[in-house]
């Protein structure tokens, strides 16, 4: 029997993003002086668009992925072909030595960001038409969907590495990570991918640290020197002063100065670093409301992944319960990598603290995913006696 057939919107997720957007607007208000530019207007025009989106997607009912699944992602790889090869001249747009945008006028649009939704959808799809097929789980049955998974995931992560975007493949591992847990692997698989894993990472160090010349040869041969810079700046970031470090120190000088409650809206003594209005807002916050208010945004962003994982949970079809999953990976993800790299706990990537840092194409990805997890949540019925 059903406890409740009633649709339900969750003002509470609600509210979590309605905050983040006041911070993130506000936040880059105080920061116009320094970038002489209104980035500000320009967020908020991105969260009206996103806000828009999430209405439309409210009417339909999220099921109709299934039937859409492939088709988005054969669009998305479209999307990633064309800027692998430039395409079309004049539209496809280089910028921080990455061949990531489409540009038309003053829009400028960033496929990796949407391919991270529509990657989640593709394998929610593919993961429960398995479970559909196989109802016996096996070794072989189990070896064959991560087949599948990688099958479906390494295109989009091969073309978004050598735009490149190393920042946006290690979001894409963040999801099918996370979704290969909660997919019924068998756990004695996942281990041993996980001791591969950990192998592989081994003796890539261990080859950075004993060649480190013939690395430096590799990476610039084949387009990825800006990481090995930026892990050498996360390394010993006072070995340099210049690009990646000459960053690091001075986020890491802004965040320190705000100390206990901050210096105080629109006051900063570290009034330079490069991409402060992206990548680095983390910086602008702690310094103007100091540990205080980097612990408030920080509880923040707990709320929303705990009321993430709560309608995952609370979802009685799999289907959104793996949608909701991706999601998780790729908020929780991109939140701890990008302060951690602000505090130099990681190394720097070019991703922007969701819901806070600029960025039009995250902006809309983020608020669209957010938008499924809120139909998700709308059209999950609770019936009585239900564990």
Request: with cysteine; glycine share 8%.
């Amino acid at each position: 029997m059903e406890k409740n057939t009633s649709p339900k919107i969750d003002y509470t997720l609600i509210s979590i993003v309605i905050l983040l957007g006041i911070t993130s607007v506000f936040t880059l208000y105080t920061l116009e002086a320094y970038i002489n530019e209104a980035f500000h207007i320009k967020q908020l025009v991105w969260y009206v668009v996103g806000s828009i989106a999430i209405v439309t997607i409210m009417f339909f009912d999220y099921d109709r992925l299934h039937q859409v699944a492939w088709f988005l992602y054969g669009f998305g790889m479209l999307m990633l072909i064309m800027l692998h090869f430039h395409f079309p001249p004049g539209i496809a747009h280089r910028a921080g030595g990455a061949w990531g945008w489409f540009k038309i006028g003053p829009v400028s649009l960033q496929p990796a960001e949407f391919m991270k939704v529509i990657l989640i959808i593709a394998l929610a799809h593919l993961i429960v038409m398995h479970k559909e097929k196989f109802k016996m789980v096996t070794t072989k049955t189990d070896l064959w969907l991560l087949a599948k998974i990688a099958f479906v995931s390494l295109p989009p992560m091969g073309l978004i590495a050598f735009q490149p975007d190393l920042g946006g493949v290690l979001v894409l591992a963040a999801i099918i990570i996370c979704m290969i847990l909660v997919s019924g692997i068998q756990w004695r698989i996942i281990f041993s991918l996980i001791g591969t894993a950990a192998i592989i990472f081994g003796l890539l160090l261990f080859l950075f640290v004993t060649f480190p010349e013939k690395i430096d040869q590799l990476a610039e041969d084949y387009g990825f020197e800006h990481v090995e810079r930026r892990f050498n700046a996360w390394l010993d970031p006072s070995n340099n002063t210049q690009g990646d470090s000459y960053q690091l120190i001075r986020a890491m000088r802004s965040i320190g100065s705000g100390q206990l409650s901050g210096k105080g809206i629109g006051e900063f003594e570290v009034s330079h670093i490069p991409e402060r209005e992206t990548d680095f807002i983390f910086s602008a916050i702690a310094e103007q409301f100091g540990f205080i208010g980097s612990s408030a945004l920080l509880i923040l962003f707990f709320l929303l992944i705990y009321r993430l994982i709560h309608i995952g949970l609370q979802s009685n079809d799999p289907f959104g319960s793996y949608l909701v999953t991706g999601m998780v990976g790729m908020f929780t993800y991109q939140i701890f990598q990008n302060i951690g790299m602000s505090i130099n706990l990681l190394p720097i990537t070019g991703l922007p603290l969701p819901f806070i840092g600029y960025g039009g194409s995250s902006t809309l990805t983020y608020l669209i995913a957010i938008g499924i997890v809120l139909n998700i949540h709308y059209r999950t019925k609770v019936y009585m006696f239900d564990s």
